[in-house]
């Protein structure tokens, strides 16, 4: 099993920022397609964004609107979600994954969003 460790989670005011950070193994982070997903209580896990190898591609969850950006640093085997102009709405607990397709998750970080 692979240990994806997201970090960066926290309680902020709607329209505050957040930049969340999942670390993973140095031999596989560099050459896999990362995503982060968040989850609500009784809700199906729900994309928000993912992120090739070269960092080249990005694709984003249509809730996202330009408010979050999905980066990495290969160098230091971690990725990064930005996230700006919060909502309550996002509060959930996000997810790093390894690919699309794998069941390689992380424990999750919370993220909650007052009003």
């Known amino acids: 099993q692979v240990q994806l460790v997201e970090s960066g989670g926290g309680l902020v005011q709607t329209g505050g920022s957040l930049r969340l950070s999942c670390a993973a193994p140095?031999?596989?982070?560099?050459?896999?397609?990362m995503a982060w997903y968040r989850q609500v209580p009784g809700k199906k896990r729900e994309f928000v964004a993912s992120?090739?190898?070269?960092?080249?591609?990005?694709d984003y969850g249509t809730f996202v609107a330009g408010r979050f950006t999905i980066s990495r640093d290969n160098a230091k085997s971690t990725m990064y979600l930005q996230m700006n102009s919060l909502k309550p709405e996002d509060t959930a607990m996000y997810y790093c994954?390894?690919?699309?397709?794998?069941?390689?998750w992380g424990q999750g970080t919370q993220v909650t969003v007052s009003s």
């Open positions: 140095e031999s596989i982070f560099s050459i896999n397609t």
């Open positions: 994954r390894l690919g699309l397709w794998s069941e390689e």
């Open positions: 992120i090739t190898p070269s960092g080249r591609t990005r």
